[in-house]
T-cell receptor, first 114, second 113 residues
Framework: AQSVTQLDSQVPVFEEAPVELRCNYSSSVSVYLFWYVQYPNQGLQLLLKYLSGSTLVKGINGFEAEFNKSQTSFHLRKPSVHISDTAEYFCAVSSGGSQGNLIFGKGTKLSVKP | GAGVSQSPSNKVTEKGKDVELRCDPISGHTALYWYRQRLGQGLEFLIYFQGNSAPDKSGLPSDRFSAERTGESVSTLTIQRTQQEDSAVYLC???????????FGPGTRLLVL
């Protein structure tokens, strides 16, 4: 069975500082990996995804993530955060079945302070 | 273009009542998913529709939960005899096909008193 672990439930950081949100997954098959962001009182929005190819994936709003197969990780990074990045971030893996339903981590709340 | 829409945005009901939640996927998307997000938790998969194939109901938590989809359009999620533990945000997502990027609606926030 597949699972996703987001190691930090909350990450406080000052504006313009770098940030890394950690995600580890377990799967016995090849996976597709995703990061979604949920701004306060809004729906989920896709930040970036890894399907195949280059292990460094760039997404919207200056975020990027690196797929590391040996460490089964897909950590999300941004070199300099803004107040507007305050949101909850979810890592997800696509199931091995043909339907592709997503298995989500419990989320990491990023709080950017001035 | 229009995204995934869901209604109602909020629903408060009494324990034991039935509720029906609606999802309108993006036009042309053949795949539709329902998820549940409990407070402080990640999203849990509930059910998946793909075209005219039989739905994958493997995530439904009990037989009080059911869902229907008319062709490749609107879907309704029904919860019968609601319980307090059903309180959650119910999210719908659609995608152009299986294993493709899913686009989420804003969700229906359900509170069972």
């Amino acid at each position: 069975a597949q699972s996703v672990t987001q190691l930090d439930s909350q990450v406080p950081v000052f504006e313009e500082a770098p940030v890394e949100l950690r995600c580890n997954y377990s799967s016995s098959v090849s996976v597709y990996l995703f990061w979604y962001v949920q701004y306060p009182n809004q729906g989920l929005q896709l930040l970036l995804k890894y399907l195949s190819g280059s292990t460094l994936v760039k997404g919207i709003n200056g975020f990027e993530a690196e797929f590391n197969k040996s460490q089964t990780s897909f950590h999300l990074r941004k070199p300099s955060v803004h107040i507007s990045d305050t949101a909850e971030y979810f890592c997800a893996v696509s199931s091995g079945g043909s339907q592709g339903n997503l298995i989500f981590g419990k989320g990491t709340k990023l709080s950017v302070k001035p | 273009g229009a995204g995934v829409s869901q209604s109602p945005s909020n629903k408060v009901t009494e324990k034991g009542k039935d509720v029906e939640l609606r999802c309108d996927p993006i036009s042309g998307h053949t795949a539709l998913y329902w998820y549940r997000q409990r407070l402080g938790q990640g999203l849990e998969f509930l059910i998946y529709f793909q075209g005219n194939s039989a739905p994958d109901k493997s995530g439904l938590p009990s037989d009080r939960f059911s869902a229907e989809r008319t062709g490749e359009s609107v879907s309704t999620l029904t919860i019968q005899r609601t319980q307090q533990e059903d309180s959650a945000v119910y999210l719908c997502a659609s995608s152009p096909g299986a294993r493709q990027t899913q686009y989420f609606g804003p969700g229906t926030r359900l509170l069972v008193l």
